[in-house]
């Protein structure tokens, strides 16, 4: 059964930094792409990253570059999210979710977590 | 970026009737190998979102068969042929085409 559960979240002052993981398990980590994903209370989904199976690329939202960096390590089958410098405009529900593994993708965003929330509040 | 736009917003339905979300985006979704990267969320309450249907029409394992979705280029659908109680929450579509970024819809609110 594919699983996968982040950790990490909680309430930071602005500024502040929050690194967020993602344990998976249940299917070959190391063939997929990766993904999180963000909810702001009462709103809608936004792609915040994604990276490549190998780490090799890494893209992304506009809004958070130069404060965020995606990583993983396929040798723990985990993902992770690093990130600094944070507004209130970050706090979000994040969820990690699959992403492609092949041509054609017919696996992306199939799976995701339950999602941490992350609180960015004085 | 890519936009798309649901319509309605918000959607009240009883149930056994049949229900429809639009969903049109700012340009094709028809990526260079010929197929279209269009997939449909269902948020339940309280619940993470999950994939009802992946590349506009392909329906995912487990999910009812009351769920269609159809549409070419920039424009698609998701239709419930007859709408059940556990059917409440918000639907998005997703393009996957033209990424980065993943661009969703603004969401469409069901009701009963």
């Known amino acids: 059964e594919v699983q996968l559960v982040e950790s990490g979240g909680g309430l930071v002052q602005p500024g502040g930094s929050l690194r967020l993981s993602c344990a998976a398990s249940?299917?070959?980590?190391?063939?997929?792409?990766m993904t999180w994903v963000r909810q702001a209370p009462g709103k809608g989904l936004e792609w915040v990253a994604n990276?490549?199976?190998?780490?090799?690329?890494?893209y992304y939202v506009d809004s958070m570059k130069g404060r965020v960096t995606i990583s993983r390590d396929n040798a723990k089958n985990s993902l992770y999210l690093q990130m600094d410098s944070l507004r209130a405009e970050d706090t979000a529900v994040y969820y990690c979710?699959?992403?492609?593994?092949?041509?054609?993708?017919?696996?992306?965003?199939?799976?995701w977590g339950q999602g941490i929330l992350v609180t960015v509040s004085s | 970026d890519v936009v798309l736009t649901q319509s309605p917003l918000s959607l009240s339905v009883t149930v056994g009737q049949p229900a429809s979300i639009s969903c049109g985006s700012s340009?094709?979704?028809?990526?260079?190998?010929?197929?279209?990267?269009l997939y449909w969320f269902q948020q339940r309450p309280g619940q993470s979102p999950r994939r009802l249907i992946y590349?506009?029409?392909n329906r995912d394992s487990g999910v009812p068969d009351r769920f269609s979705g159809s549409g070419s280029g920039t424009d698609f659908t998701l239709k419930i042929s007859r709408v059940e109680a556990e059917d409440v929450g918000v639907y998005y579509c997703?393009?996957?085409?033209?990424?980065?970024?993943?661009?969703f819809g603004q969401g469409t609110k069901l009701e009963i």
């Open positions: 990276i490549k199976q190998d780490g090799s690329e890494k």
């Open positions: 997703m393009d996957g085409t033209h990424w980065p970024p993943y661009t």
């Open positions: 590349k506009v029409s």
């Open positions: 979710t699959r992403d492609c593994s092949s041509d054609r993708c017919p696996d992306r965003f199939d799976y």
């Open positions: 249940g299917f070959t980590f190391s063939s997929h792409w």
């Open positions: 340009q094709s979704l028809v990526f260079s190998d010929g197929d279209t990267y």
